[in-house]
């Protein structure tokens, strides 16, 4: 078990943060920024949303900054790439990323899953494993009809409150998503209580993640 408390020595923690589209980090691993956010006393984050037209990129600015409220440090990152085209503009997507790895060198990052069905999701992963050699990487999970959804082996238990919040996070900052059908608070919930399951997390909650490579 990977303690980031206090007790543990863990005093700060920079996070990379990478989502393609405003509400892939909330959803697949807000709760787990939450927990952090409690449990280390200087949490300092790059945020970086790929994808978020219009209205998606008040939502995800409005989003970082609520859900991350009383962090140390937080950079807020939005892209200009095309919804759903990532793979078109992979030569523009991979110099933007390039430019960030230059000048942010986290102690974790949290990214989509290689086997995201996901076109945008999947050439987002790609170009994280690209960029950041030498860095944890942890891959999260996003719920979809694709039914994509594989064997995780990081969890991240939650409390039952911090589990309430993330679902009351998501369906109060993201109205623009509301109308998709997979887009509920029983999805959200459903997904966790499966994840604390198989964690046997105190609280019956959890987020799970991927790790291909850990160094010890």
């Given at each position: 078990?990977?303690?980031?408390?206090?007790?543990?020595?863990?005093?700060?923690?920079?996070?990379?943060?990478?989502?393609?589209?405003s509400d892939d980090l909330e959803i697949g691993c807000g709760g787990a920024l939450l927990r952090w956010l409690a449990e280390v006393p200087e949490l300092h984050l790059t945020w970086v949303v790929l994808s978020a037209p219009g209205e998606r990129a008040r939502e995800a600015r409005r989003s970082a900054r609520a859900l991350m409220k009383g962090a140390a440090g937080l950079e807020i990152v939005i892209g200009d790439f095309a919804d759903a085209q990532f793979p078109a503009e992979l030569p523009r997507l991979k110099a933007f990323l390039a430019e960030l790895g230059r000048r942010v060198s986290p102690d974790l990052v949290l990214t989509h899953r290689l086997e995201d069905r996901h076109q945008d999701h999947r050439t987002v992963a790609e170009l994280t494993w690209q960029t950041w050699r030498d860095h944890l990487i942890l891959e999260y999970e996003i719920p979809k009809y694709e039914g994509d959804l594989g064997q995780p082996n990081v969890y991240v238990p939650l409390t039952a409150e911090q589990a309430r919040r993330k679902v009351r996070h998501l369906m109060r900052h993201f109205g623009s998503q509301r109308s998709k059908a997979w887009f509920s608070e029983a999805t959200f919930r459903g997904l966790m209580a499966l994840r604390g399951i198989e964690c046997r997390a105190p609280d019956g909650h959890a987020e799970a993640l991927h790790a291909r490579k850990v160094v010890l």
């Open positions: 078990m990977l303690r980031l408390d206090p007790a543990a020595g863990r005093q700060r923690l920079h996070l990379l943060c990478l989502g393609a589209h």
